[in-house]
């Protein structure tokens, strides 16, 4: 049995007129999170960012750093990052981090639109 950090690590991206939606699946580790740190920040600049993290099942502190920076340049942009359903191992680092009150949370991806309006 594989451990979490060689789970098969995806990202699937889906823009709308208002928002870029991504979906992890995986561990983020170092390396993959360089790997798509490019396509986080670039969709920053333009849109709103809802970032399904329900099946990640590994994140260590270069992913909880670009959840930073892209929650940072967001908010220079009077634009929001909210995090969908972040799983619980998700949900520890970054309680663990102290950066829990820095990002929205919605339980689903409909919940998070409604938090852009």
């Known amino acids: 049995m594989a451990g979490l950090a060689e789970q098969q690590f995806q990202v699937s991206e889906e823009k ?3 928002y ?3 979906k992890v699946k995986g561990a983020m580790n170092s390396q993959n ?3 798509v740190r490019r396509r986080f920040l670039d969709a920053a600049t ?3 960012v809802l970032l399904d993290m329900s099946e ?3 994140i ?3 992913g909880i750093g670009l959840l930073f920076e892209m929650s940072e340049q967001l908010s220079r942009g009077n634009k929001k990052l909210v995090l969908i359903q972040p799983s619980s191992r998700v949900q520890q680092v970054i309680s663990m981090t102290g950066f ?4 929205s949370y919605a339980p689903s991806r409909i919940a998070g ?5």
């Open 56 to 58: 990640v099942e590994l």
């Open 16 to 18: 709308t007129q208002t």
């Open 20 to 22: 870029t939606f991504f």
């Open 60 to 62: 260590v502190s270069t």
């Open 33 to 35: 999170t360089h790997e």
């Open 113 to 117: 639109e409604k938090l852009l309006a």
């Open 100 to 103: 829990t009150e820095m990002f």
């Open 46 to 48: 333009r849109d709103h």
